[in-house]
């Protein structure tokens, strides 16, 4: 069965930073796209960065040189390393795992639109 656990996330002040991982040892596909999502209350998710089996990664353009996704392959574990961050970054954050995304396109329904696997979420909090 395949299972993405989270870890990570937190409180933390504007201008700080956390690092989000998540368990991918139980996901079976070689071909793949892998990424973090984020939810606040009352909205759909949102695609914050993406990688796929090729090494190609994209970020939604309020993250880029904030944030960066990678993944250490021996310990099966995907990464967001959050770099000051900002109040509107809070959110509940979601690892998420697919067998294709259209070219790493940040979107919930092109993601699901494949075999996909989520994680349990972990809220992230940045208080100005």
């Known amino acids: 069965r395949v299972q993405l656990v989270q870890s990570g996330g937190g409180s933390v002040q504007a201008g700080g930073s956390l690092t989000l991982s998540c368990d991918t040892s139980?996901?079976?596909?070689?071909?793949?796209?892998m990424g973090w999502f984020r939810q606040v209350p009352g909205k759909g998710r949102e695609g914050v960065a993406a990688l796929d089996s090729d090494g190609d990664i994209n970020y939604r353009d309020s993250v880029k040189g904030r944030f960066t996704i990678f993944q250490d392959n021996a310990k099966n574990t995907l990464y967001l390393e959050m770099n000051s961050l900002k109040p509107e970054d809070s959110a509940m954050y979601f690892c998420a795992a697919t067998e294709a995304c259209g070219g790493l396109r940040l979107s919930e329904v092109e993601w699901r639109g494949w075999k996909n696997y989520w994680g349990q979420g972990t809220q992230v909090a940045v208080s100005v």
């Open positions: 139980t996901y079976p596909s070689s071909g793949y796209c």
